[in-house]
């Protein structure tokens, strides 16, 4: 869903702004958006097809809940008096935030370190412990409930998609009580929170979900691993991380249980980023940089059994 000009036009006219006051800041369909005015805002745009009204007005719901119990994160704005969900056309509307304080961390600098890992691990164990008491009027989403888990998959090479079924069987057998699965934040990695004078506050609520508490656990390090393009350099990180991560996490939330999973859910989050772009993305718009990624995905997937080098657990 990219976002056309005249929408972007509306857009300017209901917020009167003038054009030179807006600019893209990403979202995976380029549909997130600053707003520089006296007081700037976050505009995130949703369409039908993909997002419910509900859907949206649950994860404000969540992210509310967490705010009220601590946990510093974003909410919404209401604009015109009435209600979060402000309309664009027949089929998108948008939310609007307040702009927080706070970067986007660099993972070249010295604030990226054990101590920023141990603060990240904290809060979401904070939030994983929150979601067991958390009763909201509009329910999160059940992790197969996402679009991806509906679609076909006979595009895929065909060892691809078995590995594909074969964790999708796996998940069958996994206990989801409540001290193991709950809402998760989905999407928990180091561009999803903001850093201010030692505080972090985190964003982008749009993939929590119910699933189970070590996938979210095994996002995190996944995509800070990533940053690691050696794979013996990536294990050592990896394994030095995830130690400052649990140590803060186990203060918010009991691991019991739950540790055992996360090298399991690693592996499947660097198949589900594969699946993911492969059938999402727009590939007659992807550069040859970004296929050349996807085929090495591809590769790494089908020749090697694991991400990472080295079991964590």
Excluded at 56 to 85: A, D
Excluded at 164 to 192: R, T, V
């Amino acid at each position: 869903m990219k976002v056309d000009k005249s929408v972007l036009n509306r857009l300017l006219t209901l917020l009167n702004c003038h054009e030179s006051k807006i600019r893209v800041l990403g979202g995976y369909f380029d549909n997130v958006y600053e707003i520089s005015n006296e007081v700037p805002i976050i505009i995130k745009i949703f369409n039908r097809e993909f997002d419910t009204e509900e859907q949206i007005l649950s994860e404000i719901e969540w992210t509310k809940f967490l705010k009220e119990n601590g946990v510093n994160v974003t909410i919404p704005i209401i604009q015109n008096g009435e209600s979060y969900i402000n309309i664009l056309t027949e089929n998108l509307f948008y939310v609007a935030y307040k702009k927080v304080k706070g970067n986007h961390i660099d993972i070249n600098s010295e604030d990226w370190n054990e101590k920023l890992f141990k603060q990240w691990g904290r809060g979401m164990g904070t939030m994983h412990s929150l979601s067991k008491m958390y009763k909201g009027k509009y329910k999160r989403p059940e992790w197969n409930e996402h679009k991806i888990y509906q679609m076909n998959m006979d595009s895929l090479d065909f060892r691809i998609k078995e590995k594909w079924e074969n964790y999708l069987e796996e998940f069958k057998s996994m206990s989801n009580s409540k001290e193991l699965y709950g809402i998760i934040h989905g999407d928990l990695h180091h561009h999803n929170f903001l850093c201010d004078k030692g505080e972090i506050t985190y964003i982008d609520f749009g993939d929590s979900e119910f699933n189970w508490f070590a996938y979210d656990i095994a996002i995190a390090i996944y995509h800070a691993s990533q940053t690691i393009k050696d794979r013996d350099e990536r294990d050592q990180f990896a394994s030095l991380f995830f130690k400052s991560f649990i140590e803060g996490y186990s203060i918010g939330n009991s691991v019991n249980g739950i540790l055992k999973h996360v090298d399991f859910f690693i592996n499947f989050r660097y198949l589900y980023s594969f699946v993911y772009h492969n059938q999402f993305s727009q590939k007659d718009q992807l550069n040859k940089q970004q296929l050349k990624y996807l085929e090495k995905m591809q590769q790494t997937i089908i020749n090697q059994k694991t991400y990472l080098g080295i079991a964590l657990v």
